[in-house]
């Protein structure tokens, strides 16, 4: 595929810089770029990696100043204007089988939408129903009385347990495991006797979720993924917690059950949040924080346990200084000792 740097701005409403005319046959990073790609640069940190970028065009934003030796596409955006760019570079060609394959199993009592695509060895059991232009990869297991909407991706080996409900356009990657039974055990005389999680799992619309992720039913009602929320690999989420609109769960995430997290809340990597809490709208909690209690709305946390960001850091400051505040302890106690011992002569 070719296109002149004019189409291309035009396509994401930016502006060119330089000529619009020159051809543009890929995309690449700034420094493994060469003739013909395009790249980006979103933060002014790494502007000057553009003076010597290889590519032929360069999608900036309009505060990042450039050589002007390399045309440019400025963008309010770039990051967002690279990945519509992106998307039409993209090999289009389909990347699985089409159809429903033959050695599929599927219950005469599912009910299978329009232009629908089953892959090899996938199980769909009785009641399920899935939507139109929704793509099921082989091996997955569609359990009994699940609904998926339209235009949904399961990839390989994502497991669907019964009575789950997916909204549309969801996307879920491999090994993932929706509807689980949530971790719930009384003990009787030394014993865990199980307690039933006859809940559902709920996903709306747009969300995505990444591979090797846990999303637990509900002990009772549901657990809760909010529209256009996207959550990475290896996330635990547990029993009957509540997830808003648009949030973010980064890797190796875990939360306790009935958690809240209210809408565009983000959890950084190895993030863990004891049970019952509540994390306000707009918050972010950054990486490797472990979180007791209820975070309100537009705050910052880090740490363990999770403290207001600036807090976190005069603590951890601190703590970086515990082996001097300890010396300078050690000679204060030998002067009061020495001053005492004179007293006492």
């Known amino acids: 595929m070719k296109k002149t740097l004019g189409e291309l701005a035009d396509l994401v409403g930016g502006e060119v810089v330089g000529d619009a005319q020159v051809a543009i046959t890929g995309i690449s990073g700034i420094e493994e770029a060469s003739a013909g790609d395009l790249t980006f640069v979103a933060n002014a940190r790494y502007a000057n990696l553009a003076q010597d970028t290889r590519a032929s065009a360069i999608i900036a934003s309009p505060d990042i100043k450039l050589s002007g ?57 009785g009641g399920a129903r899935i939507g139109d232009d929704t793509v099921i990869f082989g091996q997955c297991y569609i359990a009994r009385d699940t609904e998926l909407g339209q235009g949904c991706v399961l990839y390989p080996q994502v497991t669907v347990r019964e009575r789950v409900t997916i909204g549309n356009r969801v996307v879920i990657h491999n090994g993932t ?76 995430v875990g939360i306790s059950g009935s958690c809240i997290l ?48 600036q807090e976190a850091r005069r603590v951890n400051a601190s703590v970086q200084r515990l082996p001097h505040y300890v010396k300078v302890l050690n000679e204060l106690k030998h002067k009061v000792a020495a001053l005492e011992a004179r007293l006492k002569e």
């Open 177 to 252: 495991v929706i509807g689980s039974d949530g971790f719930g055990y009384v003990q009787v005389d030394g014993i865990h006797e199980k307690i039933p999680q006859i809940g559902i799992v709920d996903i709306h619309d747009d969300v995505e979720i990444g591979a090797n992720v846990t999303i637990d039913r509900a002990r009772f009602k549901s657990t809760v993924i909010g529209q256009g929320t996207k959550i990475d690999n290896l996330v635990q989420i547990a029993h009957n917690v509540h997830i808003g609109k648009n949030c973010i769960i980064c890797s190796q």
């Open 69 to 125: 030796k390399t045309p440019a596409i400025r963008s309010a955006n770039p990051s967002l204007a690279f990945a519509r760019i992106a998307s039409i570079f993209h090999d289009t060609a389909p990347l699985y089988f089409q159809g429903i394959h033959p050695s599929a199993v599927i219950a005469p009592e599912a009910v299978i939408g329009r232009n629908v695509t089953v892959g090899p060895l996938t199980v769909i059991e």
């Open 262 to 309: 209210e809408d565009n809340v983000i959890l950084a990597g190895q993030v863990g949040l004891a049970g019952h809490l509540t994390i306000g709208a707009n918050s972010i909690v950054a990486s490797g924080s472990g979180v007791p209690s209820s975070i309100p709305p537009n705050s910052t946390y880090w740490g363990f346990p999770a403290k207001p960001q």
